[in-house]
């Protein structure tokens, strides 16, 4: 079948894809855009995180059918033609990224959370926010320094 959606801005035509076809897949093996990880394809790292019409989601959880006709945001489309946006920024800045394979969903999952958030979160906003995304390298920590660091936060 064919999906047309509109990913990063920018309509997107896929054919030939099988049913059981995940919106993962399509983005990274026939859109060309390796961002979104596929660690565990089970919906349980949240390192294939996208925006759905403005929700994060598993992509590894999305058919491609469902997602015909809608807007995708993966973490390449948050940067602009001005470089690196600042959670992407802060996340190189405080030493975030390790092997770096949960590091687009935990990006695109703060990137909500602070689009969300009134005010700055607190620690435990942002341990909630993040609990679905796995990290087995950076002990969390320097993610939290990142996500403090976006926010603003003068402790960040
Ligand atoms: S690859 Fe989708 S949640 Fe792990
Ligand atoms: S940096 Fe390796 S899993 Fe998080």
Request: charge should be negative; include cysteine.
């Amino acid at each position: 079948m064919r999906v047309t959606v509109t990913v990063n801005g920018e309509e997107r035509i896929a054919d030939d894809v099988w049913e059981g076809e995940s919106l993962l897949y399509v983005l990274r093996e026939r859109l060309g855009l390796p961002g979104a990880k596929n660690a565990c394809e089970q919906g349980e790292c949240g390192s294939c995180t996208v925006y759905l019409d403005g929700v994060p989601v598993c992509a590894c959880l999305v058919a491609a059918g469902q997602a015909e006709s809608r807007t995708v945001v993966t973490v390449e489309g948050l940067a602009s033609d001005e470089g690196l946006h600042p959670v992407q920024q802060a996340f190189v800045e405080c030493g975030a990224v390790q092997c770096g394979f949960c590091t687009p969903g935990l990006i695109v999952q703060t990137h909500a959370l602070l689009a969300a958030s009134e005010g700055v979160p607190s620690d435990l906003e942002i341990r909630e926010a993040l609990a679905g995304n796995l990290c087995r390298c950076t002990g969390y920590e320097k993610i939290l320094d990142a996500v403090r660091q976006a926010a603003g936060r003068a402790d960040g």
